[in-house]
């Protein structure tokens, strides 16, 4: 699996109040929360990503709140791909339990600007700027979560492994 | 290698003799936790597994607090949702408008989470509960549905934070000015992926409110759980609160903890986190120039608690707010609304100038009452002030707890007790 995109670039602590703020959060419709994603943080993202753009940001991406919301925002938004220098972990666990690959790579991250042309493999964890020529690796996921996201998130998941019809 | 106290109680919920840091574990689970915003989420996922019923009716807690009373169609529409689920599946725990609280405050109340649980929420505090010696941690919406329909969910194994605490607080501070300079220290990302354990003689000193604060907060340093030792204090809250049979767990000597942080109570002062982020703090002694408020709010699952309106009211009393500063008092459950009640402290509010709401999170997550306009400051005993976290992008969010909060309604300005 593959993703090529342009990169959206954001700093440390990019929170989920941010990402959705809780003031859409009455609804739980993808589709409307997308509509509002990064609104706190960046006005024009909604208005300028491109189906397959990739979010580049520092270190504790989505930080503070539970919401589920959050990535399912910036998925729906048609982002491919959040490459950061490190993932809030229930941030980390909710992406891979709905299917938003992310990756950490300090060393993507430390070299991407805004605007970069980004491609990604899923499979081995390879990051290539287009734009610089140049390629960083980012940590590949352990098996357990790699069956998961093979499976298609946690739901087929444990459709197929724990509540087998 | 022996194991943390995290570490022996993800062990034994996944029968497991022993885990180590980084192990994936599934894990059995005593209690499942959601609200109006994470559960109408969980309920759409829990449709498309391959079950009918929830795993264990007693074991699903379900609590509409974030928007409700309903603050719109929408937020109605959401609660209406959980309230036929839970009415569908049989949930005993799910808790109408009436008898309902923020739900870390709740749960403990009503003596659905002791020590040695294991505990998954759809909320990011969920970590609360380390309060009492459980595991406990906050997770999303899928994750919810799927321990209600399997009472499992997956981990990776934490490695931990020792945090050896010595000493007494001195007047005025409380657990809320200890967790704000631990994160103050350790920063926002300080405990990623990583228990917070709280050991040492000191932990005798807190009180079961001073350990939820603290435990409370443990996601804000971006801790999986934050756990105390289960010692004379826990077991009273334990008894007096539930019937439930408890397990203690205790770290192994040899333990291994990537950082051991010594702490003496008695060198904390009370502390303030600024706007943006938690990890922002000065002591109030710390600032010089007046900061003027617009709006002060006591409550929340980190500071709603009875002791923390005993605090506020034995400042309050017989004083009246700063001229222009709206005071929000908002117990955190029915219980705690209803004791303030019976002790006074709700008269003795609002003939200071406060107004007193039902329990709600309400403006805590600039949800409904209390909302900020673009340019206003809150003094808040809540747990975050990232931007926007209580209104207008620009609003300001100060954290606090509820002895400072109470001395800056008075003064008009962040203040502490000593300035009154
Ligand atoms: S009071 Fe605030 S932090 Fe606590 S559960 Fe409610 S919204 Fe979350």
Same mark, same amino acid.
């Given at each position: 699996?593959?993703?090529?995109?342009?990169?959206?670039?954001?700093?440390?602590?990019?929170?989920?109040?941010?990402?959705?703020?809780?003031?859409?959060?009455?609804?739980?419709?993808?589709?409307?929360?997308?509509?509002?994603?990064?609104?706190?943080?960046d006005q024009?993202?909604?208005?300028?990503?491109?189906?397959?753009?990739?979010?580049?940001?520092?270190?504790?991406?989505?930080?503070?709140?539970?919401?589920?919301?959050?990535?399912?925002?910036?998925?729906?938004?048609?982002?491919?791909?959040v490459i950061a220098a490190s993932f809030a972990r229930i941030f980390y666990r909710n992406s891979i339990n709905i299917?938003?690959?992310?990756?950490?790579?300090?060393?993507?991250?430390?070299?991407?600007?805004?605007?970069?042309?980004?491609?990604v493999d899923f499979d081995t964890g390879a990051i290539t700027n287009v734009t610089k020529g140049q390629s960083y690796q980012g940590q590949a996921f352990p098996p357990f979560m790699q069956e998961i996201i093979s499976a298609g998130g946690l739901v087929p998941y444990i459709n197929e492994n724990l509540l087998e019809k | 290698m022996g194991m943390t106290m995290t570490q022996k109680i993800l062990a034994a919920h996944a029968g497991c003799d022993s885990v180590k840091a980084g192990d994936l574990i599934m894990a059995d689970l005593d209690?499942?936790?959601?609200?109006?915003?994470?559960?109408?989420?969980a309920i759409d996922v829990f449709k498309k597994l391959n079950t009918e019923s929830v795993f264990d009716k007693d074991k699903v807690a379900l609590v509409p607090d974030h928007f409700a009373p309903n603050k719109d169609i929408k937020a109605a529409e959401q609660c209406k949702k959980m309230r036929l689920f839970a009415h569908d599946k049989d949930v005993t725990n799910y808790f109408e408008v009436g008898e309902m609280g923020v739900e870390h405050a709740l749960l403990p109340e009503k003596g659905l989470v002791v020590a040695g649980d294991a505990v998954i929420g759809a909320d990011s505090h969920t970590c609360t509960y380390g309060a009492?010696?459980?595991?406990?941690?906050?997770?999303?919406?899928?994750?919810?549905?799927?321990?209600?329909?399997t009472g499992k969910a997956w981990f990776k194994v934490p490695s931990a934070l020792k945090f050896n605490l010595s000493g007494a607080f001195r007047k005025g501070v409380s657990g809320k000015d200890l967790i704000l300079h631990i994160i103050g220290m350790i920063g926002v990302d300080g405990a990623l992926y990583k228990s917070m354990e709280f050991t040492g003689e000191? #932990?005798?000193?807190? @009180?079961?409110?001073?350990?939820?604060?603290?435990?409370?907060? &443990?996601?804000?340093?971006? $801790? !999986?759980?934050g756990i105390f030792p289960v010692d004379a204090v826990t077991e009273e809250y334990l008894k007096a609160h539930s019937d439930r049979p408890y397990k203690v767990y205790t770290a192994d000597a040899d333990a291994d903890y990537d950082e051991v942080y010594e702490i003496n109570l008695a060198d904390i002062?009370?502390?303030?986190?600024?706007?943006?982020?938690?990890?922002?703090?000065?002591?109030?002694?710390?600032?010089?120039?007046?900061?003027?408020?617009?709006?002060?709010? #006591?409550?929340?699952? @980190?500071?709603?608690?009875?002791?923390?309106?005993?605090?506020? &009211?034995?400042?309050?009393? $017989? !004083?009246?707010?700063?001229?222009?500063?709206?005071?929000?008092?908002?117990p955190a459950t029915q219980k705690i609304y209803l004791d303030c009640m019976e002790a006074g402290y709700l008269r003795e509010f609002v003939e200071a100038g406060a107004t007193v709401s039902a329990p709600t999170c309400g403006p805590c997550l600039g949800g409904h009452m209390g909302i900020l306009a673009a340019g206003e400051r809150c003094v808040s005993t809540t747990n975050?002030?990232?931007?926007?976290?209580?209104?207008?992008?620009?609003?300001e969010v100060y954290l606090a707890s509820p002895e400072v909060a109470a001395a800056s309604a008075l003064l008009g300005r962040i203040a502490s007790v000593d300035e009154l």
């Open positions: 699996m593959k993703a090529k995109g342009k990169v959206f670039r954001y700093g440390d602590n990019v929170d989920t109040d941010v990402i959705i703020p809780a003031r859409y959060l009455n609804t739980s419709d993808p589709m409307e929360l997308a509509k509002y994603c990064m609104c706190d943080i024009d993202f909604v208005k300028q990503v491109q189906e397959g753009d990739i979010i580049v940001a520092d270190a504790n991406f989505g930080c503070g709140s539970s919401r589920e919301h959050a990535p399912l925002a910036i998925k729906t938004a048609g982002v491919s791909c299917g938003l690959p992310i990756l950490e790579s300090p060393e993507a991250v430390a070299n991407i600007e805004a605007g970069d042309e980004v491609e | 209690m499942v936790l959601g609200n109006d915003i994470t559960a109408p989420v009492l010696g459980a595991f406990s941690t906050g997770v999303g919406s899928t994750d919810m549905a799927v321990a209600m329909a000191g #932990i005798a000193n807190l @009180t079961i409110d001073d350990r939820f604060t603290i435990a409370n907060m &443990a996601i804000e340093a971006g $801790g !999986k759980n002062k009370p502390t303030v986190a600024f706007p943006h982020l938690p990890e922002n703090t000065k002591t109030v002694d710390e600032i010089t120039e007046p900061i003027t408020i617009d709006q002060v709010v #006591i409550g929340s699952c @980190t500071n709603g608690r009875f002791s923390d309106f005993k605090k506020a &009211a034995d400042i309050m009393r $017989g !004083k009246k707010v700063a001229k222009g500063v709206r005071v929000l008092i908002i975050r002030n990232f931007v926007g976290r209580m209104g207008h992008v620009d609003s």
